[in-house]
């Protein structure tokens, strides 16, 4: 009960500080916060499923000095009462009016917005009548024709306070966009704007944001430019080392990334990067490909096969011959000699005339050997004959002295 009279005597002093009536909410603004709100967009994955997520932080500065004062006095009473109210008041103005925007701007589509916060709720008191409200808001972008990304969350922001309709003012809107996506618009022209961080100070509205399809993007970049591919192999370590060409326009951040990602899903390389050249990009990487073998006594043959991501205008095998086989999947053949074949021949050679040579002296030495044998047997009998002839020449004379 006390908290509910200490509200009502809090609005019943701030009644006598603002305007009221319909009027009041087209004319005047109420200064009632300092607001800064910082969002940032990325894709995220929520239940299994990846979406475009739009995450807030907003920071809100209690700077109405009627009823800063009056929740100091509440305070001296019960700091936990005067902090709750606070609390409260930062909910239903700041973050129930931010519902109520994004609710708004999707009633006349079929589209519903879901927005997940904190354990312990979006608004945290930070220090003495300042609060951080935390969200994340999805989904955040549409497609757009598969062209676009567009955020269906703009135009005049307002809320709601005693009944009255205000516009919702900020001191400073910064948004954060992913550095790898072209910015096709934003809409007022933010104050600063680097490496797709935008900023904008002063206003109350949310920007248009509309960004490039990454894949519309990379359609365009492909269709004003030849492509090149040159591709060598190593049959040691079973590895194609691939560079592929791009040229004829320049490359975008959204279209590196993307066409890395093509890349990527479709060779599964061990490694892979891209250098932006003149007028041009050039991507090079390392991929294990599919590789069957055959060998024969005289070569061995390779056959290497590695899927594209797409067309190429010009392809060239390092080394070898290709042909382009269903679903840009490149079918290559290399070939080698074997080194043992040339060895197998020459050494074929010195045998045979190793043998020959063998046979030969063989040979030789066969015929030299039945000609010593022939002339040794011949003096044999030649002296065996002579000892003979010189008995019998003896004999005779023995038989000249015998008497009659």
Known sequence: MKGKLSVLLAVMIL??????????????????FDVSI?????????????????SFTIEAN????TFVDYLNSLAKVNETNATREFANLVYGVVYESFKDFINGRLSDSNMSAVIYVPPGGPV????????????TLTPFFVNEDGKYL???????????????????????????????????????????????????????????????????????????TKRYLSVSFDPTEGLVYFNATFM??????????????SFRETMHPLSISAKKIPNGLK????????????????SVQWLVVVKLPGRF?????????????????????FKQERNTYLYAIAGAGVILIAGIVLFLRKRSRASGGLGGETEEKGAESVGEAREEGVLLEESPGEGDGDEP
């Open 62 to 65: 209690l700077v109405n000095r």
């Open 124 to 135: 945290q008191v930070t220090s003495k009548w300042k609060a951080v409200i935390r969200f």
């Open 248 to 261: 004829g326009a320049n490359a975008t951040p959204s279209v590196e990334s993307t066409l890395l990602t």
């Open 313 to 333: 205008d010009n392809i060239t095998v390092i080394g070898g011959k290709y042909q382009l086989g269903p679903g840009d999947t490149l079918i290559m053949e």
């Open 15 to 32: 009644l006598s500080t603002v305007p009221l009536g319909t009027s009041a909410g087209e004319d005047k603004s109420i200064n009632l």
């Open 38 to 54: 910082f969002l940032r967009v990325s894709q995220m994955n929520i239940n299994g499923s990846l979406v475009w997520a739009g």
């Open 283 to 298: 991507v090079i990487g390392v991929v294990r490909p599919q590789v069957s073998v055959k060998k024969s006594w005289r």
């Open 150 to 224: 567009t955020c269906p969350y703009y135009g005049s922001m307002r809320m709601k306070f005693l009944g009255v309709v205000y516009p919702f003012k900020w001191r400073r809107f910064t948004l954060v966009l992913p550095k790898d996506y072209d910015i096709y618009t934003l809409v007022p022209a933010p104050k600063e704007l680097v490496d797709n961080v935008a900023v904008w100070e002063d206003g109350d509205y949310f920007p248009m944001i509309k960004l490039y399809n990454p894949v519309y993007r990379l359609v365009q970049f492909l269709n004003s």
